[in-house]
């Protein structure tokens, strides 16, 4: 493609509402433009890379036997009211009437369109396992939509969905796509970990998020560092190796506590250790009033508080629902004296306290030398708490450490949700009626092009690994005035093509420094100058990502080439 006559508008400058590098630099080297609030077009540069990535994924899913199909991104809205969703989805979904006043929605996600077209076509265990899948644009209305195409109201997205008859069958589907996916990211050259999450609005059990390591990243991610355990700090397991103090237990006494609410507040005060605290707080589980509370030092995870109520709604009480429930105004809750109707669960930690100090339910004062049993009862124990960096790794390998990561990718085990509300079921070899067994499997397709710019780039632009390049090389024509330099220019671009390189021709006429300029932040792989030496049949390579120059002979360049490009491939 010749630069003249391709749609390349870069930028010089930085735009202003770009927070992050890949939406910088993806605006600056003209791939995307914005057409609304968390709507992007897609220019020929970006839409190139979305096809190379497209490519990928096509051909590993191929691969393990997925077959591809595309469902409309109108949903009728009975579809939803049938799973349950529409009214539990939340406003993040879109919603829209046709002129007959039928309700629709925006395709945020196919699990029930999927489900209906395989509940209408498959009827036996004979056309079962299948699995299916589509890119298609989805729509989800962001709050707050950031960081050009990491958060987008309406993006591009790979979504996969398994049929089977057993559950050893979807582990099967569950492991082959895992597989499919480790191959998909690696060949994007991606730096990732497939850790462990929560499944949230999809529903289902045992599921991966697929996340990119970047420190833009708006999850974190636990992991080991003697080990392979990765999981979201959401669901991150806690194996805490707690040991109760062998002191005498004291004598519980009420202390005067003027304006001290937080932990923080109490250690400075009393020159305590935040582990001597017992954090109490108030949460509103399925309407209904629990106490949780963990050590000073660690943070209440409502998630496992929700996995512990089976998976319930869980939200935090209001200041007004503490008094009512509590009689006491928040900062100066305890467990001890709870009213009637309040449960009282608390993490695993709490158990191991010795002389410790919560609140006494009453404004301005604790209670000192509290222990568990004696002082107050707790219906449950369990793993409540968030999991900290240096916690022992859950897996009895090596401590904790986090890292910030963005998800590119995520799988579900999603076992009968869907198919049992949709009414999926097929025959089995006895003729009797079963329900099917589901996996769901997404990726991000325009996230991952946005995650490979937020790790491959350097000051000067992007760095693209080959694999998802847009052209593998930019051919520049340094002085396009100079004959005998455009004459070489055009030459090798058209050997370069009838070769099978992929070839961004340069052939404008414009200064070097420009040329040089755009080229680095466009950032492809390799970049041949045509300048002051081509009358003597030698050209200028330049690697991208290592910045190395050489001079080659021009009936050395696809030799050069070829070696040059299997050495970042590999």
Request: glycine letters at 8%.
């Amino acid at each position: 493609m010749k630069q003249s006559l391709y749609m390349l508008p870069t930028l010089r400058d930085v735009p202003a509402d770009a927070e992050i590098s890949s939406h910088q630099l993806m605006l600056r080297a003209g791939m995307i433009r914005q057409t609304a609030s968390g709507i992007y077009s897609y220019l020929p540069l970006g839409k190139r890379v979305l096809k190379k990535v497209e490519e990928i994924i096509r051909e590993e899913m191929d691969n393990s036997s997925a077959q591809e199909v595309l469902m409309p991104a109108i949903q009728p809205a009975e579809l939803w009211e049938e799973s349950g969703r529409l009214a539990d989805y939340g406003p993040e979904l879109m919603r829209l009437k046709d002129r007959h006043e039928r309700d629709f929605v925006l395709g945020a996600t196919h699990e029930e369109v999927i489900t209906s077209l395989v509940r209408d076509d498959i009827k036996s265990y004979k056309k079962l396992p299948v699995n299916l899948y589509q890119i298609q644009t989805k729509y989800r209305d962001e709050r707050r939509p950031r960081f050009g195409v990491l958060r987008s109201r309406e993006f591009i997205m790979k979504d996969a969905y398994s049929f089977d008859t057993s559950q050893e069958g979807l582990d099967e589907s569950y492991q082959n796509m895992y597989n499919a996916y480790e191959r998909i990211f690696s060949r994007c050259g991606l730096n990732y970990r497939a850790v462990e999450a929560d499944s949230g609005a999809i529903g289902g059990t045992d599921t991966h998020e697929f996340m990119v390591l970047s420190e833009v990243g708006e999850d974190t991610i636990a992991y080991s560092d003697s080990s392979d355990f990765a999981a979201n700090i959401e669901i991150a397991p806690v194996k805490g190796n707690y040991e109760k103090s062998g002191e005498a237990l004291e004598t519980l006494e009420k202390i005067e506590t003027p304006n001290m609410k937080s932990i923080e507040e109490l250690v400075s005060s009393l020159n305590v250790d935040a582990k001597q605290l017992i954090k109490s707080i108030l949460f509103i589980v399925n309407e209904e009033p629990v106490l949780v509370l963990v050590r000073g030092d660690h943070e209440i995870n409502d998630i496992k508080v929700s996995n512990l109520f089976d998976k319930a709604t869980v939200e935090l009480a209001t200041a007004e629902e503490t008094q009512n429930y509590m009689k006491c105004k928040v900062g100066y809750v305890g467990p001890i004296h709870v009213p009637d109707g309040v449960k009282v669960v608390a993490d695993e930690a709490v158990e191991y306290v010795v002389n410790g100090i919560c609140g006494a339910n009453e404004v301005d004062f604790h209670y000192k030398n509290v222990n568990v049993e004696r002082d107050f009862n707790v219906e449950q124990f369990a793993d409540l708490r968030f999991i900290k960096e240096g916690d022992p790794s859950p897996c009895g390998n090596g401590t904790i450490q986090f890292a910030k990561g963005v998800e590119v990718g995520h799988v579900f085990k999603l076992g009968t949700k869907y198919s049992e509300a949709l009414g999926a079921t097929y025959l089995d070899e006895n003729g009797k009626s079963q329900t099917m067994i589901m996996g769901c499997y997404g990726i991000g397709v325009s996230r991952t092009v946005a995650a490979v710019v937020e790790q491959c780039h350097d000051e000067n632009g992007i760095v693209w690994p080959p694999s998802v390049a847009p052209f593998a090389i930019h051919l520049i024509a340094i002085n396009v005035k100079n004959e005998e330099q455009k004459q070489l220019s055009d030459s090798l671009y058209d050997e370069l093509k009838s070769n099978g390189f992929s070839v961004l021709y340069d052939d404008r006429n414009e200064r070097a420094g420009v040329k040089f300029k755009d080229s680095d932040l466009v950032g492809l792989p390799i970049r041949i100058g045509v300048g002051k030496r081509a009358s003597e049949g030698i050209v200028e390579v330049k690697i991208r990502k290592t910045g190395e120059m050489l001079e080659v002979e021009v009936d050395k360049l696809l030799t050069t080439l070829k070696e040059e490009l299997q050495k970042l491939e590999n």
